[in-house]
């Protein structure tokens, strides 16, 4: 029989036993519908209703089929009421397919498990943070302190530095160092130095200073693929960077040692092959042009950096005490600083009286060139600061000296005792500052 055409005067439960009542009654109710672990149920239920319908004097009572789905979502019940069997039961396939690939996302909580929940919710109200960023963060760090105390951990923090450090990025850090250097008026070319070296760490790392590790400075160090001195040199700017923070700016912990400190130091390469000899030095200055001849003198004879003699005037060379005189402006470190004029030093400057700058040079860089193109014109090895190194090395090997030699070059006692000890002996320092102009 066509259930759609079904006469009205036939009595309703006739009609559903010919119909949809002989199929149910084929089936076990509940049903369970799984996809995977989840499982929807569907129920079936009859609906009672009575109906004013024509057959003599009395009305029929009618029952019609309910199907409810039912499933759990978000530790609450979840109940959709349908009229067809076919539409309930792709409604349950349809739910539980969502439940088994994570679509609705939560499992069945048990009441402990909801009131957990619940509690925890409300001590986060005050944070305004939600309970996956907050778990986040706990993982994160008990993972970084491993068995030790969460809490501990957090009141030794605030009591050393919790309240004393101050946000600071890392571009911010640099900006403010360098103009604190400004202020200072350090040397031109040592701030050069820090704003290329430092100019490259800011590119390389945005975030707050403190969160910067020691395994991110080596590894950024690395990157960079220097050689071991100029490693070092990077690494000593970051150093004086991170100190700042630390003792200036606040924004790292002062009883722990930061992380630029505890970088890797490169071991440099012996510097024994990077000094002229005696000869070597004679032949450069005899066959120096006159204009560059002072210089060379001057630098292998004083242990002057480069960019100091780009700045030195001839009335700092003062011939009547035997002093060349530094002003503060014109150092690296910006200290005064007094070099003796040596016997052999005073042979090969000019005799005549002279003001204004020893050189005519545009740049420290082509002061630079001019003394490395007379040296090669001897037909001699440019080597990188031999000069200076020259003046350290020797000098250290006649006096026997390390303060007095650090005072006269600019340098820490403790570079000159790792660098210049016994790289020279005192014969050979002898016979360097017995190096004087031939007759006329």
Not at 202 to 216: H, L, M, N, W
Request: charged letters at 25%.
């Amino acid at each position: 029989m066509n259930l759609a055409t079904r006469p009205d005067s036939m009595n309703f439960d006739i009609w559903i036993t010919f119909g949809q009542k002989a199929v149910m009654n084929q089936r076990d109710f509940p049903e369970k519908v799984s996809s995977g672990p989840a499982t929807v149920t569907i129920y079936r239920t009859l609906n009672r209703f009575a109906s004013p319908v024509k057959n003599g004097a009395s009305k029929v009572t009618r029952r019609y089929p309910i199907y409810t789905i039912y499933y759990l979502h978000a530790g609450k019940a979840v109940r959709t009421r349908f009229n067809n069997y076919d539409k309930a039961k792709a409604e349950a396939k349809k739910a539980a397919r969502a439940i088994a690939f994570g679509q609705m996302s939560r499992r069945h909580l048990t009441d402990d498990e909801v009131a957990d929940y619940v509690s925890t919710r409300e001590l986060l109200v005050d944070y305004g943070k939600s309970l996956l960023p907050i778990a986040n963060e706990f993982a994160a760090a008990k993972q970084a302190l491993g068995d030790a105390s969460l809490v501990q951990a957090a009141h030794f923090f605030k009591k050393y530095a919790g309240d004393k450090l101050k946000p600071c990025t890392v571009p911010v850090a640099v900006d403010v160092f360098i103009q604190q250097k400004k202020n200072e008026k350090v040397g031109a070319y040592h701030l050069k130095d820090l704003e290329s070296r430092l100019g490259k760490l800011k590119e390389a790392f945005k975030g707050e200073i403190s969160a910067v590790t020691v395994t991110d400075l080596d590894d950024w160090l690395k990157r960079l693929h220097l050689e071991p001195r100029t490693h070092n040199n990077y690494r000593a700017a970051v150093v004086q960077l991170f100190n700042f923070a630390k003792s200036k700016l606040k924004a790292l912990p002062h009883f722990l040692p930061h992380a630029a400190e505890e970088t890797t130091k490169v071991r440099e390469p012996s510097k024994d092959n990077e000094v002229y000899t005696s000869e070597e030095i004679r032949q450069i200055l005899e066959s120096a042009p006159e204009t560059v001849r002072h210089l060379i003198a001057i630098r292998a004879f004083s242990g002057i950096r480069n960019e100091e003699i780009w700045k030195l005037t001839w009335e700092q060379i003062d011939l009547a005490t035997g002093w060349i005189k530094l002003r503060k402006a014109a150092t690296k470190l910006q200290a005064r600083r007094i070099i003796p004029i040596l016997p052999n030093l005073r042979a090969w400057l000019p005799t005549n009286t002279r003001t204004g700058s020893v050189h005519g040079y545009a740049s420290a860089k082509t002061l630079s060139q001019a003394v490395s193109n007379a040296i090669s014109g001897a037909k001699i090895e440019v080597k990188t600061n031999a000069l200076r190194k020259c003046y350290a090395s020797y000098r250290l090997a006649v006096l026997n000296n390390i303060e007095q030699v650090a005072e006269e070059s600019g340098n820490s006692p403790q570079i000159i005792r790792e660098e210049y000890r016994e790289l020279a002996t005192m014969e050979e320092g002898e016979a360097w500052f017995s190096i004087f102009p031939p007759p006329s």
